[in-house]
Every structure is written in structure tokens, then in C-alpha cells.
């Protein structure tokens, strides 16, 4: 299960982990896809770890597909989210600091769908989300790409 966990400078306990998100509107930009994680059972925009030998980009949409069945292009980076104060802790024992670009990523093709890391996907609009268990660090990511401002984040 992925547990996050925030404490002063906890960060130095993780190992550095370089990941993407997706923010994928639908066509009315009202609502954000987001996947049901079948290791915690938490909400959450699609995305991982990147892989050796990939790109960042890449690996936003390897992750995508991999989580929804969606083939998507990026289109522009929302913000890159790093803090001293969190890692996220596995199942498995591994400890990440994690280092999270977020893209905002349009549909190409293929079908949704269900992976061995999702037990639902759907679009949410922000109201919708406010009841669902939706992982704090990706609620951030949210609302910065809902501004939909020229210039990315750094934080």
C-alpha cells in the first residue's frame, strides 16, 4: 500500500524518485480523469515512476496508458512538486522522495479501461472530487492546472 507520510525533512529517509502525472480534461475542461489505485484504494491522476532509458515525457505517457487505456500526447507541464517533507512509503518496504511533473495531457485514442493498478477511472469534476479519497499531494496539482496559466509551477 502507498502511504504518504509527511514530517520535517522526512525526505532524507526516501530514496529520489522522478515521476509524471496526467491532467487530462474532458472535452468541456469541467472534469479531470482520475484512477482508483488498487494498492491503498485512493483516487488519484494517472501516473509513475519514470523508467531508465525514457524521458520524462515519455514516461507521462507510458504511465497513462499503462493506468487508463488511453494513448495521450502531453501538451504543456502545469509544475514540477518536490518538498523535503514527504516520502511516500510501499507495501514493499521501499521509502521514495518523490520529484512529480505534472503535464496536462490531451486523449489521442485507445480505450478506457482498467489495469492491474486501477480498480475504476473516471472523469470528476472539482465538487465531484471533494468526496472522493483523493490523494492530498495530487490535490495540489489540480488546482494548479485548473488556473490554466501560461507559466508552470515550481514547488
Known sequence: MAKL??????????VLR???SSIIFDESRGK???TKRTDNGRWCLPGGGMDPGESIEEACVREAY??????VKVTRLVGVYTTPDLVVEYADGNVIHPVA????ATVTGGEMGLSDETTDVGYFSVEEMGSLDLMENHIERIRDAMQNLETSFVK
Do not use: M, W
Not at 66 to 71: A, K, P, Q
Not at 101 to 104: G, P, R, V
Open 5 to 14: 507520510i509527511h514530517g520535517d525533512r522526512i525526505g532524507k529517509r526516501g
Open 18 to 20: 522522478v515521476g509524471a
Open 101 to 104: 511533473l505534472s503535464f496536462e
Open 66 to 71: 499503462e493506468e487508463t487505456g488511453l494513448h
Open 32 to 34: 479531470i480523469l482520475l
